[in-house]
C-alpha cells in the first residue's frame, strides 16, 4: 500500500481495526534484509511522503517527511553548503534511489565511518512524529537542538526496523560542509597498520574517519580528514606521513572525489549472499581482523567504534564459520548482525539482547496486537521456521 500522505492515519487505523499484520517500508530499498517477517503481511510505504518540511540553514536543521529519499536532503542541503553527516548506506552513494529514504535510515539506526567524528544516526536525531500502531499519532523531541521535554522516544524509534511504529517524519541536525578535504591510504604489514591506528586515535589529529578496509587484497587503512582551513589540512597530512613513514608503511593521497568513492560500500555491485554487520570493543577489534571466517569476506571497519561490514559469495565462507565469527564478537564485547544470508542457510539474524525483557515490554506497549514487522524485533532471537 502507498497512500497519501492525508489518508495515511485512516489506513493504519483500518488496519489496526481489521488486526491485520503489517511492514513499514520507506521505498523497499533493502526490505527483505534481516530476519524474514511473518507471511502474510501487508506493506505499507511512506514512498508518498516526500517532501523537506522545513530547512533552517541558521539552527542547522532540518525536517523532513520519512519517505524522502537520502539522496535528495543531501543535494537540497549542499545548496547551502551543509549536509546531514551520515554515511551512504551499504551498496549505495550519492547517485541513485539506492540510498533509501530517510524514515529507512533512521529506523535501521546503522551508522558508518561518517561515526568517528559524528556519531551515530540517533545522535543527529531531534525529533520525531509517528503512528502508533493503533493509528494515533505522536511526536517526541522537536526542532531545536536544546530540547529536552518528555521520554525520549527517539532513540528506541532509532534502529527498531519498523517494529514499534510507522515514522512520518524527523527532525535531524546538520553539519556545514567543511571546504576541504582529502584522504590518505595507508598499506603495509597489520601490526604497523594497527600500531599506527592507536597512535592516530590517541593523538590530537582529528580525523573525519578511519576505516580499515579490505577489497579484494590486504587489508589498509582509510584516514578521510576535513577541515575549514587548508592549511590545518596540510599540517595534519605531513604529520600523518611523517608518522607512516616512520612505521614503515606506504602512504598515498586520495582527492575529494576518489575520497569519496572510497568511503562507499558495495555501490553498484550485485547483493552478496553473506552480508554481515560486526561490532566488537574497539581495542578488541586487531583480533577480529585476524579471524580466518573473515578472510575470504570483504570489509570496512571503524578503527574508533569497532563496528564495520563484511560481505562476499555464499562459497567465500561456510555457515559453521559465521556461527564461529559471532561468538567471538560476543566474547570481544559486541554482536554481530546477519544482513543477508546465502539461500539455504537459517541462521538466527541476530541473538537476544541482554535487555530483550525491556525490549518486549516496550513493543507490548506500542503495539499490543503485534501486527507491526511480526516476528522482527532486533534484540529478540527470531523463531527458527
Ligand atoms: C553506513 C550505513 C550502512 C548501512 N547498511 C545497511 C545494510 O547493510 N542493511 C540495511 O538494511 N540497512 C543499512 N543501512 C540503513 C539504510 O540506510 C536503510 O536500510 C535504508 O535507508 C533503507 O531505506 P528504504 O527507504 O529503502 O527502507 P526500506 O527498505 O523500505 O525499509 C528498511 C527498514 O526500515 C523500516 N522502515 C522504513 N521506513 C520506515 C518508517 N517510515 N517507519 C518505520 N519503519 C520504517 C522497514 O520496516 C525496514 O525494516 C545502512 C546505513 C548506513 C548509514
Not at 96 to 122: C, K, N, P, T
Not at 332 to 351: D, F
Amino acid at each position: 500500500m502507498t497512500p497519501e500522505p492525508s489518508d495515511l492515519q485512516a489506513v493504519v487505523q483500518d488496519l489496526h481495526r481489521r488486526n491485520v499484520t503489517w511492514l513499514p517500508a520507506g521505498l523497499g530499498s533493502r526490505l527483505d534484509w534481516g530476519p524474514p517477517v511473518a507471511q502474510p503481511h501487508t506493506v505499507l510505504s511512506c514512498r508518498r511522503l516526500n517532501r523537506i518540511l522545513e530547512h533552517n540553514p541558521g539552527d542547522f536543521t532540518i525536517s523532513v517527511e520519512a519517505g524522502t529519499p537520502l539522496v535528495e536532503v543531501q543535494q537540497a542541503l549542499a545548496h547551502h553548503g551543509q549536509w546531514l553527516p551520515v554515511d551512504w548506506p551499504w551498496g549505495s552513494g550519492p547517485a541513485g534511489e539506492a540510498s533509501g529514504s530517510v524514515g529507512g535510515l533512521v529506523a535501521r539506526g546503522q551508522a558508518g565511518g561518517y561515526r568517528q567524528r559524528y556519531l551515530g544516526v540517533r545522535d543527529q536525531l531531534i525529533g520525531i512524529h509517528l503512528l502508533r500502531s493503533d493509528g494515533v499519532a505522536a511526536r517526541a523531541g522537536g526542532k531545536v537542538v536544546k530540547n529536552v521535554a518528555g521520554y525520549d522516544l527517539m532513540r528506541p524509534l532509532c534502529g527498531s526496523w519498523g517494529s514499534l511504529a510507522l515514522i512520518t517524519s524527523v527532525t535531524l541536525r546538520t553539519q556545514p560542509i567543511p571546504p576541504h578535504r582529502q584522504g590518505l591510504r595507508l598499506e603495509g604489514a597489520r601490526p604497523a597498520l594497527g600500531s599506527f591506528c592507536r597512535w592516530l586515535l590517541g593523538s590530537s589529529l582529528s580525523p573525519e574517519r578511519l576505516d580499515w578496509q579490505r577489497r579484494g587484497g590486504e587489508a589498509s587503512l582509510l584516514v578521510s580528514l576535513a577541515s575549514i582551513s587548508a592549511q590545518t589540512l596540510q599540517e595534519q597530512i605531513a604529520c600523518i606521513e611523517e608518522k607512516a613513514g616512520g612505521e614503515g608503511l606506504g602512504c598515498g593521497c586520495l582527492e575529494p572525489d576518489a575520497l569519496a568513492a572510497a568511503e562507499c560500500c558495495g555501490q553498484g555491485d550485485p547483493e552478496p549472499a553473506w552480508l554481515l554487520r560486526l561490532g566488537v570493543l574497539p581495542d578488541r577489534l586487531p583480533e577480529l581482523l585476524e579471524q580466518r571466517a573473515l578472510g575470504g569476506l570483504e570489509l570496512v571497519m571503524g578503527a574508533g567504534s569497532g563496528l564495520g561490514y563484511a560481505w562476499g559469495s555464499a562459497a567465500a565462507v561456510p555457515a559453521h564459520r559465521v556461527e564461529s565469527l559471532r561468538r567471538h564478537c560476543h566474547a570481544a564485547g559486541g554482536a554481530l548482525t546477519l544482513l543477508r544470508q546465502p539461500s539455504g542457510s537459517s541462521l538466527p539474524a541476530w541473538l537476544d539482547a541482554p535487555s530483550r525483557p525491556l525490549i518486549e515490554a516496550l513493543k507490548r506497549q506500542f503495539d499490543p496486537k503485534q501486527q507491526l514487522a511480526r516476528g522482527r524485533l532486533p534484540g529478540v532471537a527470531p523463531v527458527a521456521g
